[in-house]
């Protein structure tokens, strides 16, 4: 079978396609064909070294992956040959409140990742895969759309009614427009591209605002009534423009470090405005549950940018850094 690796010195010029013997199957483990991976920003750090400059190599990396499962271990009761299935982000986190040991669990980076015809998983490490939903637009949940999900509802507290401001067009951007809107909840997007904002109202973006031509977006927001939550994925360099824009009494999730992980911060709206500022690591099984109940109910499809076969991870991270797709990338893998 083959796998990627990503071997040292960190780089997308050290990821190659090598070849193994299939894993076996443990006590209380599975083995899943991988059929297809989605990206998210955080295996481009990782296989530049910027997530974890000392994490051991070589490492298969990426965290979303789903396929089919193709052999069960002994003890095994939660799954059969044949089921869809796909794997969560930290294999450990099944429900209640996040722990640090979670994270000592995440795929594709703590632990080897799932960029390989054939992984080996933990039983309890797995969610069935929504039946309204192919390989690739399956693929897409693990991360991105647990992610929204929990900044939105299992730790936010969206209602209907309220406004939620989405940053870009990324894959969590994309799902907490496409959730917000099955709640009833209104959105702002913020985009530098007029063909990206007017997709992103067809997507139901109540409005768009140009971060390019408003350096100042988070107070142009905040003109037209602001946000009662805000999904930050920028970090940094635009957590102070969401402060601006989100309501007195509002919640900021912080998801992501697009725009870098330090700065210089003035906490004052914090305080003043009585802001619930909150720090979101994707999520558990249990969310990733409820969550693709939800995309059932709604029938939900994942927004796909691109798909790259496996032999093409370096390409289709080079798109990803280039900030031009729109949704998720895929791999397929088979």
């Known amino acids: 079978m083959r796998q990627v690796l ?17 894993p076996k199957t443990t006590h209380g483990s599975v083995l899943v064909a991988i059929r297809a991976t989605s990206l998210n920003y955080r295996d481009l750090l990782v296989a530049t070294g910027r997530y974890n400059p000392r994490m051991p190599l070589p490492r298969v990396p990426l965290s979303d992956g789903v396929g089919e499962v193709i052999a069960v271990g002994e003890g095994v009761s939660r799954w059969k040959v044949g089921d869809r299935v796909a794997g969560i982000f930290m294999q450990t986190w099944l429900d209640g409140p996040y722990r640090e040991q979670y994270g000592k669990s995440a795929l594709g980076g703590a632990i080897d990742g799932v960029l390989a ?5 933990p039983e309890d490490g797995l969610v069935a895969v929504p039946e309204h939903l192919i390989w690739e637009e399956a693929a897409c949940l693990p991360c991105a759309a647990v ?14 009614g309220e406004t939620v401001l989405v940053q870009g067009s990324g894959g969590v951007s994309i799902f907490a427009l496409q959730l917000a809107r099955s709640a009833g909840a209104r959105v702002i997007a913020t985009s530098s591209s007029a063909a990206k904002a007017e997709r992103l109202k067809q ?21 037209f009534g602001g946000a009662d939550h ?13 402060l601006s824009a989100v309501k007195a009494g509002g919640e900021v999730s912080v998801i992501g470090i697009l725009s870098g992980s330090s700065a210089a911060l003035n906490i004052a709206p914090i305080l003043h ?15 990733f549950e409820a969550m693709n109940r939800a995309l059932v109910v709604h029938q939900i499809r994942p927004v796909i940018d691109s798909v790259y076969p496996m032999d093409q991870i370096r390409q289709a991270l080079e798109h990803l850094e280039s900030g031009k797709h729109f949704g998720k990338i895929v791999v397929r893998v088979s």
């Open 6 to 22: 990503l071997e040292a010195p960190f780089g997308l010029s050290s990821l190659a396609l090598h070849e193994r013997e299939f």
């Open 117 to 121: 015809e054939v992984v080996a998983l």
């Open 147 to 160: 992610t929204a999900w929990n900044a939105l509802f299992a730790t936010g507290g969206v209602k209907q």
């Open 203 to 223: 997507l139901g973006a109540d409005l768009v605002v140009d971060y390019q031509q408003h350096s100042d977006w988070g107070k142009q927001i905040a003109k």
């Open 230 to 242: 805000v999904v930050e994925v920028g970090g940094a360099g635009s957590l102070e423009q969401s």
């Open 273 to 287: 405005k009585h802001i619930n500022l909150q720090g979101i690591y994707v999520g558990s099984r249990a969310m």
